[in-house]
């Protein structure tokens, strides 16, 4: 399974945009990118996947480079609910998932 | 988004004693449901694929004896660990889809091995 490279942790001000990294130069090209996040013990939340056209929902973009070699999930106004760990995954079928190590965000107020 | 629940949240046993997990699809039918082990401050990993109706395919380096998975209904799948011992406690997390881009997950199981 192609692997992902993310920052280990990031910090963001409230109501202000993040952007959230993620390399994976060995994707294949019938991987997703998928975004799940995960509040302390509870179970990873999905955000959002995609192909190769950037993609958008009610909870943020996600921008896949040209060559998609890597990706970028924004946040487009961080509240202190998005305080969690953000796995950037790769995966053919969306639904067994090699979690990688994420990047802890931590929203300051 | 569909929701899948976990029962017991929190379960305490003494060691060698054998614990059942149980995850259900609450609004959604799932032939496939995947177990993962997610120890402290470390990420999520995958244990084992549960499939409706046959036998589950485990991962790697995880034993089948000891993590027993029926998957007897397409709302339900359960993972009992046998003879478990405090090396086995974990937070256990399932989860399921009701396509194949998206996997809902449970809130998880946390097992405490005296």
């Known amino acids: 399974d192609a692997k992902t490279t993310q920052p280990n942790s990031m910090e963001s001000n409230e109501e202000e945009p993040v952007h959230l990294p993620c390399n994976h130069s060995t994707i294949s090209g019938t991987d997703y990118i998928h975004w799940y996040r995960q509040l302390p013990s509870q179970g990873p939340e999905y955000v959002i996947h995609g192909l190769t056209s950037n993609v958008n929902n009610r909870m943020a973009s996600l921008a896949i480079a040209e060559d998609r070699k890597s990706s970028t999930l924004i946040l487009h106004r961080a509240t202190l609910r998005d305080a969690a760990v953000y796995y950037c995954?790769?995966?053919?079928?969306?639904?067994?998932?090699?979690f990688g190590t994420g990047t802890s965000l931590t929203v300051i107020p | 988004g569909a929701v899948v629940s976990q029962h017991p949240s929190r379960v305490i046993c003494k060691s060698g004693t054998s614990v059942k997990i149980e995850c259900r699809s609450l609004?959604?039918?799932?032939?496939?449901m995947f177990w993962y082990r997610q120890f402290p401050k470390q990420s999520l990993m995958l244990m084992a694929t549960?499939?409706?109706?046959?036998?589950?395919?485990?991962e790697q380096g995880v034993e089948k004896d000891k993590f027993l998975i029926n998957h007897a209904s397409l709302t339900l799948s359960t993972l009992t660990v046998t003879s478990a011992h405090p090396e086995d406690s974990s937070f256990y997390i399932c989860s399921g889809g009701v396509s194949t881009d998206t996997q809902y997950f449970g809130p998880g199981t946390r097992l405490t091995v005296l």
């Open positions: 609004d959604f039918q799932a032939t496939t």
């Open positions: 549960s499939n409706e109706g046959s036998k589950a395919t485990y």
């Open positions: 995954i790769l995966s053919p079928t969306g639904n067994q998932f090699y």
